[in-house]
């Protein structure tokens, strides 16, 4: 999103996201599942010593996330986390023997969460700019906390979606004046929403209804509710493929406000932050983070190396 705080966002391009799994409701504020299993040990893992030493010492890292946002991050069947946050982190996790447990929370409180010490790392479909950099809230530009610093390991953008065969003339943002749109709460596609109804001529009013998570946007759309949901790219079109056989809804118009994901490391974190660096850059280099996006249909969002706070 652009200087709007954000959520996610989706890999840039057509995605054509594969998998046949279907979406998967989510508990509140439970595990889901570790991303580690099976990592090397100690020194067998070829950047355990680039860790901080409390983080060797409990064998774990703690990552916030919202798991119901497939397919970044969402449960399966099991109830484990799985999409392609947690692939990546389990991958990432051979690299620095350590496990990457995900705890599942609404996103907009995952950044307090890492601020509180709740979690060491927020690996959320996190879209990276200088807001959340900066700890600065988007809407009254009043500084929050301290912000933290990104690794970004994918590019991203939002889309709207309606009911299928019922778009309502909507093609862009530019066509919600008087209508009413479906956001999760704290992303960019709610930011994007509330920038758009500031636009709005009078007596075409758009309704904005934010929510908790992803899935509950997309229930009251399909329920008739709205008349558009909007979300990161690649989970917008996921939906559109998975829900209801692929009867439920239908993309319009091209996505917007493509930027990196991140993942969010504490200010004053460094020697962590570094080592997750060193650790995406190398699946990246042995082919195991283009298999995973290739997977999950989000190849066309791939970079070529992980850099640290690229967002704008």
């Known amino acids: 999103m652009t200087a709007h705080s954000t959520r996610r966002l989706a890999a840039v391009g057509a995605v054509a996201v594969a998998g046949a799994l279907l979406l998967t ?56 986390a799985t999409g392609i946050d947690p692939e990546l982190a389990a991958a990432m996790g051979k690299q620095l023997g350590v496990k990457l447990t995900f705890e599942n929370g609404t996103f907009d409180a995952l950044l307090t969460g890492l ?17 959340r950099q900066d700890g600065v809230d988007p809407d009254t530009g009043k500084k929050v906390g301290e912000g933290v610093d990104f690794v970004d390991y994918l590019s991203a953008g939002v889309s709207i979606y309606t009911r299928k065969g ?12 008087g209508k009413k749109i479906a956001v999760e709460r ?5 930011d994007l929403a509330k920038a758009e109804a500031k636009k709005c001529p009078k007596g075409k009013k758009l309704g904005i209804e934010p929510f908790d998570d992803d899935q509950q946007s997309q229930t009251r759309l399909r329920s008739g509710g709205v008349d558009a949901a909007s979300s990161d790219f690649p989970v917008a079109a996921y939906a559109v493929k998975t829900s209801g056989g692929g009867k439920d809804f239908e993309l319009v118009g091209q996505q917007v406000e493509a930027a990196p994901y991140g993942i969010a490391v504490a200010k004053g974190q460094t020697q962590l932050r570094d080592a997750l660096q ?19 249909g989000a190849q ?7 850099s640290l706070n690229g967002g704008k």
């Open 278 to 296: 060193a650790a995406m850059n190398a699946i990246i280099k042995n082919g195991e983070y283009a298999k995973i996006l290739q997977k999950w």
């Open 166 to 177: 019922d778009t309502g003339g909507i093609a862009s943002w530019s066509d919600l004046c």
């Open 186 to 190: 704290g992303t960019v596609s709610n």
């Open 300 to 306: 066309d969002g791939a970079v070529k190396q992980a």
């Open 25 to 80: 409701a989510c508990g509140d504020q439970t595990k889901g599942g570790n991303s580690g299993g099976g990592q090397a040990k100690g020194s067998e893992a070829p950047l355990f010593d680039k860790l901080p030493q409390s983080v060797r010492d409990q064998g774990e890292i703690k990552v916030g996330s919202d798991i119901a946002y497939a397919p970044v991050e969402f449960k399966d069947s099991s109830g484990n």
């Open 115 to 131: 601020r509180s010490g709740r979690y060491d790392i927020a690996m959320s479909a996190m879209t990276d700019n200088k807001n």
